[in-house]
């Protein structure tokens, strides 16, 4: 499997941006494609999640801001980000374990470690 995240930049606060995240080699029928960031010195961690029926989660510190879909026809994951904030400028990645993580709820599927496959990363900044 691999990821490949584009889309990241520098925008002023209040401003926009939407994540891509490319997936090849995935094969499976049930998925959980989580959305990462990490800020140097912290722990990584999940902001948005999407199943293979379309289900969704967030987290408290991006909800009705941040909006995760999917292109399957694309094999293209977005994360939508409106209204971001300086506190929001982190590395973003895209992440997904077939094998592991099958639904995007509950602890499990909210630790970094249990996915085994992640993009490089693309950086956003919000000044």
């Known amino acids: 499997v691999q990821l490949v995240e584009s889309g990241g930049g520098s925008v002023q606060a209040g401003g926009s941006l939407t994540l891509s995240c490319v997936v090849s080699?995935?094969?499976?029928?049930?998925?959980?494609m989580g959305w990462f960031r990490q800020v140097s010195g912290k722990e990584r961690e999940r902001v948005a999640a999407?199943?293979?029926?379309?289900?969704?989660s967030y987290a408290d510190s991006v909800k009705g801001r941040f909006t995760i879909s999917q292109d399957n026809a694309e094999n293209t994951v977005y994360l939508h980000m409106n209204s971001l904030k300086p506190a929001d400028t982190a590395m973003y990645y895209c992440?997904?374990?077939?094998?592991?993580?099958?639904?995007?709820?509950?602890?499990?599927?909210?630790?970094?470690?249990?996915?085994?496959?992640w993009g490089q990363g693309t950086q956003v900044t919000v000044s």
């Open positions: 999407i199943e293979s029926d379309g289900s969704t």
């Open positions: 080699g995935y094969t499976h029928s049930s998925y959980c």
């Open positions: 992440a997904t374990d077939p094998t592991s993580v099958t639904r995007c709820y509950g602890n499990y599927a909210l630790q970094p470690g249990s996915y085994k496959n």
